[in-house]
Every structure is written in structure tokens, then in C-alpha cells.
């Protein structure tokens, strides 16, 4: 069966531009996370959806990041006016519902912010 | 907060040989623990996790994993060692009562040698 896609594999922004990335959880998959992975380090986390609601986005760096989950499936993060410490890997996993579930993560969209 | 550390950047290991690598973590409460690999340009793999029960935990790939409660360790073990293990891995924990967000490792590279 298909795994996690992430949609662009890679991405180059400009300072200040705006950029969007797109993730698709393994179907029936009702919890979605992202996370920003920088050069040499573990990920970290960012943001968790439960279905289409946003359980918690304590690891948002800033209010440049928006994340959204509209119809509980396919997510984007949103970096507004990104800046050159924005570059880093994001990482989106998803996993069945309860706790102990392990995650299931995609190939990540690295963006370099130039 | 919970806090993973992995005190080696790197392992190297003759083909063959047994491998490990070392994870303490501290959490509030019981945790959730889990292993994952990261393969170049690909997101992390999930190898094993911990959730209650027997102290051994065997996941894919011939891996397994020892969990310590009072020594606050999950240490990746491996009896023989391939070429292709070489990969970073990354331990990661879960409080059991803070919902399914990750806290990662810093991460290990490991270099298996023919």
C-alpha cells in the first residue's frame, strides 16, 4: 500500500516569499504530525492533527507557520515570509489513533530559503 | 519535559561484529520508546518500539532493543552487523499521558564496515 507522499520533494524560496507544502497520510490514518528536521539534528516536532482538528501546535516556531487540515486528510504547512532559518527538511508522519501507535513518516520537503 | 540523548555521534562496527547504540531518555511517568532509521534522502523508518511488557523488544530487520527502566535506557542492539545497517538512527520517546507527539535523539550515525 502507498505510505506517506510529500509534494515538493524540494523546495528554493526566496526571503520573504511565501511557500506551501503538501502532505498525504496513509489512508485511514487519523492523526497527522509534522516536523522540522535541521541539518544534523532529530526532528522536531511542530504540529499534530486528530482528524481535521489541530490537537496541538505548541512546536510552531513562530506565527509565520500555519498548518491546516481541512477535510482530515491531506494537510499543508504554510510558511509565510520565510526566512533563511526556515531551511531545514519538514517531516510529516501520520498513525492510526491511539497512543502507542508508531508513525509512519514521509520523505520530507527540504527548503532552502535563500 | 522529556529530553532524549544519544551520546554517540558515530559507531563504526565491522561487518559481522554486534552492534549498539545507546539511548537514555527522561520523561515524566512510563514512556512509550521507539527506533527509527533514516536512510539518505528518505524519511525515518520505524524499527521497534516499547510500550509495556517484556524489557526485549524485537523489530525488523534483525534489530532489537532493551528497555532499562532504573537506568532511563533503551539501547539498539544488533547481534551481526551488515554493510547496509549503515544508516542514522534516531531513538524517540512518548509520555504516555501527553499524547502521541515524538521527542527525538540528536542521532547516531552508524558505519558498518566489510
Known amino acids: 500500500g502507498a505510505g506517506v507522499s510529500q509534494s515538493p520533494r524540494y523546495k528554493v524560496a526566496k526571503r520573504g516569499q511565501d511557500v506551501a507544502l503538501r502532505c498525504d497520510p496513509i489512508s485511514g490514518h487519523v492523526s497527522l504530525f509534522w516536523y522540522q528536521q535541521a541539518l544534523g539534528q532529530g526532528p522536531e516536532f511542530l504540529t499534530y492533527?486528530?482528524?481535521?482538528?489541530?490537537?496541538?501546535k505548541s512546536g510552531l516556531p513562530s506565527d509565520r507557520f500555519f498548518a491546516e487540515r481541512p477535510e482530515g486528510s491531506v494537510s499543508t504547512l504554510k510558511i509565510q515570509r520565510t526566512q533563511q532559518e526556515d531551511s531545514a527538511v519538514y517531516l510529516c508522519a501520520s498513525s492510526l489513533a491511539y497512543s502507542r501507535a508508531e508513525q509512519f513518516f514521509g520523505p520530507g520537503t527540504r527548503l532552502t530559503v535563500l | 519535559a522529556q529530553s532524549v540523548a544519544q551520546p554517540e555521534d558515530q559507531v563504526n562496527v565491522a561487518e559481522g561484529n554486534p552492534l549498539t547504540v545507546k539511548c537514555t531518555y527522561s520523561v515524566s511517568g512510563n514512556p512509550y520508546l521507539f527506533w527509527y532509521v533514516q536512510y539518505p534522502n528518505r524519511g525515518l523508518q520505524f524499527l521497534l518500539k516499547y510500550i509495556t511488557g517484556d524489557n526485549l523488544v524485537k523489530g525488523s530487520y534483525g534489530f532489537e532493543a532493551e528497555f532499562n527502566k532504573s537506568q532511563t535506557s533503551f539501547h539498539l542492539k544488533k547481534p551481526s552487523a551488515l554493510v547496509s545497517d549503515s544508516a542514522l538512527y534516531f531513538c524517540?520517546?512518548?509520555?504516555?499521558?501527553?499524547?502521541?507527539?515524538?521527542?527525538f535523539g540528536g542521532g547516531t550515525r552508524v558505519l558498518v564496515k566489510p
Open positions: 492533527f486528530q482528524n481535521e482538528a489541530q490537537l496541538d
Open positions: 524517540a520517546v512518548s509520555p504516555k499521558a501527553a499524547g502521541n507527539k515524538l521527542t
